[in-house]
């Protein structure tokens, strides 16, 4: 069983940077695919950002991509998301999670979930 723990969240003004950090612990990164999802107040869940297990492979939302990063360190077992230039429309619940398939938005595991808030 794989767990994942978000953290990094936080409240930060329109224009500032702010990096998730996903701990991994039961399997190593490198054997999952990556993935952040957000889910905004009274919206949906929705896709972020996705890591091959290979590294190869990123896909971005349209409304991140250019500012956010997905990236993993297999000597630290965790995967990251580095958010750049924030908006007040980024301010969600962001979610780390992790599978066993690459090139798709389907994952197996799920973290608790990290706030960031961003105030305009």
């Known amino acids: 069983q794989v767990q994942l723990v978000e953290s990094g969240g936080g409240l930060v003004q329109a224009g500032d940077s702010l990096r998730l950090s996903c701990a991994a612990s039961?399997?190593?990164?490198?054997?999952?695919?990556m993935g952040w999802f957000r889910q905004a107040p009274g919206k949906d869940r929705e896709f972020v950002a996705a890591l091959s297990r290979g590294g190869g492979w990123r896909n971005y939302a349209d409304s991140v991509k250019g500012r956010f990063t997905i990236s993993r360190d297999n000597a630290k077992n965790a995967a990251y998301l580095q958010m750049n230039t924030l908006k007040p429309e980024d301010t969600a619940v962001y979610y780390c999670?992790?599978?066993?398939?690459?090139?798709?938005?389907?994952?197996?595991?799920w973290g608790q979930g990290t706030q960031v808030t961003v105030s305009s």
């Open positions: 039961g399997r190593t990164v490198s054997s999952l695919a």
């Open positions: 999670a992790a599978g066993v398939s690459d090139y798709t938005r389907d994952f197996n595991y």
